[in-house]
């Protein structure tokens, strides 16, 4: 079975500055995904990113970027610019590509962006 | 993609009585799953929800307290039954568009309070 770690239950960063969440996981399988979701207080999730783990180079979406570390089963998150509005608790979810084919997520950082 | 309505949004409800939880999204999906996100907790999956048959349940979640319909591609339920103050959580109900779309898309989620 998959497990997914964060080690960082609460982060805190200034507006503008950027912040790095860590996300470990363990598994056997070669073929996978892996991603980072956001949820604020309105409680939706939201997709922030999305890694394909046969792909070396790293996932960016805008002021969001991984550092993906396929060797070292290691998956950060790196924002950029921090606003007030990535406030929220992130979570970083494994995806296998077999039947199984669910999400495992890690149990979440929370995130505090400050003026 | 896909918009999920999820209802209730909240209840409080007394031991011993049951909930539905309604799911329902805007386009035919293969694929509809139940979470639960105990406060301040990760998202910890109960069920598959499979359309036609019985739902393919996780590790520690039963029918008998957790049954699911799926009568179609669009809408399923989930009934939380003879509820106890451990049951009080954050039930969610989450889609992905086809196997190979790898994208989860989430419902806001109903909370529950049991009294």
């Known amino acids: 079975a998959q497990t997914v770690t964060q080690s960082q239950p609460e982060m805190s960063v200034q507006e503008a500055e950027t912040v790095t969440l860590s996300c470990t996981y363990d598994t056997s399988e070669n073929n996978y995904y892996l991603f980072w979701y956001k949820q604020p207080p309105s409680r939706q999730m939201i997709l922030v990113i999305r890694q394909e783990a046969y792909k070396q180079q790293n996932a960016t979406e805008n002021r969001f970027s991984v550092n993906f570390q396929k060797a070292a089963k290691s998956f950060s998150l790196k924002i950029s610019d921090s606003q007030l509005g990535d406030t929220a608790m992130y979570f970083c979810a494994f995806l296998d590509t077999g039947t199984a084919s669910k999400l495992t997520f890690g149990t979440g950082t929370r995130l505090q962006v400050t003026l | 993609s896909a918009v999920i309505s999820q209802k209730p949004s909240r209840d409080i409800c007394q031991r011993g009585t049951s909930l539905t939880i309604q799911c329902q999204v805007d386009?035919?999906?293969?694929?509809m799953f139940w979470y639960r996100q105990q406060p301040g907790q990760s998202l910890t999956l109960i069920a598959t929800?499979?359309?036609?048959?019985?739902?393919?349940?996780e590790s520690g979640f039963v029918i008998d307290k957790f049954p699911i319909s799926r009568p179609n591609l669009t809408f399923s339920t989930l009934t939380v039954s003879n509820m106890s103050p451990e049951d009080s959580s954050i039930y969610l109900c989450s889609v992905r568009t086809g196997e190979w779309n790898t994208e989860a898309f989430f419902g806001q989620g109903t909370r529950l309070t049991v009294v």
């Open positions: 929800a499979n359309q036609g048959s019985e739902a393919t349940y």
């Open positions: 386009s035919q999906v293969t694929m």
